[in-house]
């Protein structure tokens, strides 16, 4: 499917959903837009909401490549642009010279050349030759340091690159580009203006079940909407990290593997490595806590209805 078949936001929300990704008409629109107006979409959440899986199901939508930049502390225009291949320079420098060539300005231009380049993820979105732009998925922006935004402020707002030896590199077609952040610390304003903003939050208790059934279509319905109503009880602890979609299916997962067909307190006790993360919260899941949350869980189970 292209962009321009995509023309109102039901197509996009119902597009999502084809792919199993619940989205609300909020995020619908958002997305919308963002193909719309050729402007990359940026979104922050906590962590595992669904942010990162928005690139990958849009890139199966549109039936088009997905360019993914995972970004960490230190990374810097080698990882993420491009770099030159060293050894293979210098090959070709002492094949060169081998064949009598000293002229040392003759060479730089012969080592200098694309075919040299590494294309790092970046790079490959503006340089990319698909019958469709790529989607650019730069997830985790936050955990970059902050100088790396300003390599993606040329990025965002001409769609280009520039390096010295070569010139200026100009996509054809402007890729679509994601990008996410857990807020852990703040992006500078620079980046933000180049975005579509849009805070994802956790999903409601019914969004939640749906995801649940449609990724874990074994789940017996009891069984998940109690998983599920547990879960949403959980993130209204003051817990150090809640836990997010994914642990929700880890859990239900490993519980189906443990033949469970209905919560108690020992096999939630017994599996709370699954749904949390941190000892610090493990510990405050006492038995008293977990026999209080898995008789909420019963009650608010018969709540969610689809």
């Not at 469709?132 to 769609?159: C, G, K, N, Q, T």
């Amino acid at each position: 499917m292209k962009v321009t078949e995509l023309n109102t936001v039901d197509d996009i929300r119902v597009s999502l959903d084809d792919h199993h990704y619940i989205a609300n008409r909020s995020l619908s629109i958002s997305i919308y837009l963002s193909l719309k107006m050729n402007k990359p979409i940026f979104l922050e959440g906590e962590p595992g909401v669904g942010k990162t899986e928005i690139g990958k199901v849009l890139a199966k939508v549109l039936g088009t490549d997905l360019i993914r930049l995972q970004c960490y502390e230190g990374l810097d225009v080698h990882n993420a642009i491009y770099e030159w291949n060293y050894s293979r320079q210098i090959l070709q420098i002492r094949m060169l010279e081998a064949e009598g060539q000293k002229d040392k300005e003759k060479i730089s231009k012969e080592i200098f050349g694309s075919e040299f380049l590494i294309k790092r993820p970046l790079f490959q979105a503006i340089d990319h030759d698909g019958e469709s732009p790529p989607v650019l998925l730069i997830d985790e922006l936050d955990r970059a340091d902050e100088e790396f935004e300003a390599f993606l402020l040329e990025i965002l707002s001409d769609f280009q690159i520039s390096i010295p030896e070569i010139g200026t590199i100009t996509a054809e077609t402007p890729p679509i580009v994601v990008i996410t952040s857990n807020r852990t610390r703040e992006i500078h304003d620079a980046l933000k203006r180049r975005c579509l903003y849009h805070w994802i939050d956790y999903p409601t208790a019914e969004q939640e079940f749906e995801i649940v059934k449609r990724k874990i279509p074994q789940v017996n319905e009891e069984l998940g909407k109690q998983v599920v109503a547990f879960v949403q009880a959980v993130r209204k602890k003051d817990f150090y990290k809640l836990p997010g979609i994914a642990e929700t299916l880890d859990w239900a997962n490993a519980l189906i593997k443990l033949g469970t067909t209905e919560l108690s307190s020992e096999i939630t006790s017994d599996t709370l490595g699954a749904l949390l993360k941190y000892q610090d919260d493990i510990e405050k899941m006492d038995g008293e806590t977990t026999n209080g949350l898995v008789q909420r869980a019963f009650t608010e189970a018969n709540l969610i209805t689809i």
